[in-house]
C-alpha cells in the first residue's frame, strides 16, 4: 500500500460519516410516542369522531390545518364542510384546541419524535395546560 | 439502447419491492435484512475498493498546472493553480471536491462553417452537477432525523433552512425539487447532446434513474401518498440501534424507496459512483507540482545493474595498457 497514513486517515474519515447513526444513538433508549386523548372535553363528548375519520387525520392533518389557514384568514371562509356531511367552525383556537387543549402529550409526543417543528405557535397561545 | 435497459432494471427494482411487499409479505426481508446487507455492501466495498487503488503505484509526478509554478522568489506564482506544497494541494482540493472547480473551466467546442473550430463557455453541466450534488448531501443530512434521537440540533438546522419558504404543509423542501430537477437535467443532457449520448453507457444511465427514482418515492412519501411517519422512524432508528423491528401499516411506497436506495448502496462500490472516493486519489489534482525541487521516484523502480568506469579499468586494465589506451589508475 502506498501512502498508507494518508489513505488511512481518508478511510477513518469515511467510516466516521458513513456509521454516525450507529455509534450516535449508542446507549440511548427511545420511549416510543404515545399521544393521548384523554382530554376532559373529548371525554364528554358522545360521539368521540375529528372532524374527519382518524386515519385521515393521522396522514392529513398537516394539509387540513394549512387549508383552514388559508379558509379562515385569506378567504374569510369560516364553515368546514367534513367527508360525512357535518359541518364545523373553522378556527384552529376554538375547534381544533377545544378537544386537544393537551399540546404536550398530543401535538409534541409525535413531532418531537419525529423532529417536526410545525409553526402554528409561532402565532396561536399554546393552549394552558394544567401543571400535573 | 444504454438509457431503456438502465430504465427497465429500475422500474424491475420497483415491481420487485411492490410485489416482494404487497404481493409476498416479505416486510422483514425488504425492512431490515436488505437494508442491512446493503449497507454492509456499501462500507466494505468502499475500504476494499480504495485499498485496492492504494496498492497501485503513481509510476510519474503528473499533476496538471494551470498557473505560474514556484521557481524565482520575485516571481509571483499562483498557490491554487499550482500549487507547490501541502497547503496548497489542500486548498486546491478542497475547491475540486466543494466546488467542481476544474468542471468550471468546461468547454463547448463547435465546428463552424469555414470549417471554423470554436470554443464556448459552458457552465450548464458545472452548475446542474453543483446543485446535484449539494442538493444530495442536504437531503442526506436532512434523513438522519430518522435515524438519530434525539435528532442533532444541527439536521434541525438544516431542516428549518431548506424549508424556509415556508411553503404549505409540511413544508416544502428545497433540495427535494432541486435534486430531483438537477438529475432530470443530468439525464436529458446525455440524452440530447449526441456527442455525450454516443459515449453514454448503461452504467452512466443506471445511478441517474435510481436517484430519480429515490427522489420521486421520496417526494411522493412526504407530499401525495403519505406514509406513517411514526412508524417509520420507528423502523429506521431500530435499524440505527441494532434493534430492527418492522411496524405494521407503513405504505408500500415507502418500502419502495428503501428498495431503491438499498440497491444504490450496494451497487456504490462497483461503479461509477466510487468517484466520491476516486476524487481524493487523482494523480493531476493532489500532487503538488513540485518537481523541481524533490525527486519523484517511480516506486516500480528496481535496482538497475550499472558497470561503472572504475569497474571496467579494472576489468580491463592490462588488456587496455597492452593497446595503449591511457588508463587512470597504474
Known amino acids: ?132 | 439502447m444504454g438509457a431503456l435497459l438502465s430504465f427497465f432494471v429500475v422500474i424491475v427494482l420497483v415491481l420487485i419491492a411492490l410485489v416482494g411487499v404487497k404481493g409476498a409479505g416479505l416486510y422483514v426481508l425488504f425492512g431490515t435484512i436488505i437494508p442491512y446487507a446493503a449497507v454492509a455492501t456499501f462500507i466494505l466495498g468502499v475500504i476494499l475498493r480504495v485499498i485496492k487503488w492504494s496498492r497501485s503505484p503513481v509510476p510519474f509526478h503528473i499533476p496538471t498546472t494551470c498557473g505560474q509554478e514556484k521557481s524565482l522568489p520575485w516571481i509571483k506564482y499562483n498557490k491554487l493553480e499550482s500549487p507547490a506544497g501541502t497547503l496548497g494541494v489542500i486548498g486546491r482540493m478542497a475547491l475540486e471536491v466543494l466546488l467542481f472547480r476544474s468542471l468550471f473551466r468546461n468547454l463547448k467546442t463547435e465546428l463552424r462553417e469555414g470549417p471554423k473550430l470554436v470554443y464556448g463557455s459552458n457552465k450548464w453541466l458545472w452548475l446542474a452537477g453543483l446543485a446535484f450534488h449539494w442538493s444530495f448531501l442536504i437531503v442526506l443530512i436532512r434523513h438522519l432525523r430518522f435515524f438519530t434521537h434525539p435528532v442533532p440540533e444541527f439536521v434541525n438546522i438544516i431542516d428549518s433552512l431548506d424549508g424556509f419558504l415556508q411553503i404549505g404543509s409540511p413544508h416544502l423542501l428545497m433540495t427535494g425539487v432541486v435534486l430531483l430537477l438537477a438529475v432530470t437535467y443530468l439525464f436529458l443532457r446525455r440524452v440530447f447532446i449526441p456527442q455525450v449520448r454516443y459515449i453514454s453507457l448503461p452504467a452512466d444511465y443506471l445511478p441517474l434513474f435510481l436517484i430519480i427514482g429515490i427522489a420521486t418515492s421520496g417526494i411522493l412519501m412526504r407530499y401525495f401518498y403519505k406514509v406513517d411517519i411514526i412508524k417509520v422512524k420507528e423502523l429506521t432508528l431500530g435499524l440505527a440501534t441494532f434493534s430492527p423491528e418492522v411496524p405494521a401499516g407503513i405504505g408500500a411506497v415507502f418500502y419502495v424507496h428503501l428498495f431503491l436506495i438499498s440497491s444504490l448502496f450496494a451497487y456504490f462500490p462497483f461503479s461509477k459512483l466510487m468517484h466520491m472516493g476516486g476524487v481524493f486519489l487523482s494523480p493531476t489534482r493532489n500532487l503538488a507540482n513540485n518537481s523541481r525541487m524533490k525527486r519523484h521516484v517511480n516506486p516500480w523502480n528496481y535496482p538497475v545493474k550499472v558497470h561503472t568506469y572504475e569497474e571496467y579499468e579494472e576489468e580491463f586494465r592490462e588488456k587496455m595498457k597492452n593497446a595503449g589506451i591511457p588508463v587512470e589508475k597504474e
Not at chain 1, 501512502?3 to 474519515?13: H, P, T, V, Y
Not at chain 1, 379558509?71 to 374569510?76: D, E, K, P, S, V
Open chain 1, 1 to 132: 500500500m502506498y501512502d498508507a497514513g494518508k489513505i488511512l486517515i481518508g478511510l477513518i474519515i469515511f467510516l466516521a460519516f458513513a456509521t454516525f447513526p450507529f455509534y450516535s444513538n449508542m446507549g440511548k433508549a427511545v420511549a416510543k410516542p404515545d399521544p393521548k386523548i384523554d382530554t376532559p372535553v373529548i371525554q364528554q363528548l358522545e360521539v368521540k369522531k375529528c372532524v374527519e375519520s382518524k386515519e385521515f387525520m393521522r396522514a392529513e392533518h398537516m394539509q387540513l390545518l394549512n387549508e383552514w389557514r388559508d379558509a379562515a384568514l385569506r378567504r374569510g371562509e369560516r364553515v368546514y364542510k367534513g367527508s360525512d356531511g357535518r359541518t364545523f367552525q373553522i378556527s384552529f383556537q376554538n375547534q381544533c384546541l377545544r378537544c386537544h387543549s393537551n399540546k404536550k402529550k398530543f401535538c409534541d409526543e409525535c413531532h418531537s419524535y419525529a423532529a417536526v417543528k410545525p409553526y402554528c405557535w409561532d402565532c396561536h397561545f399554546a393552549p394552558k395546560e394544567a401543571k400535573r
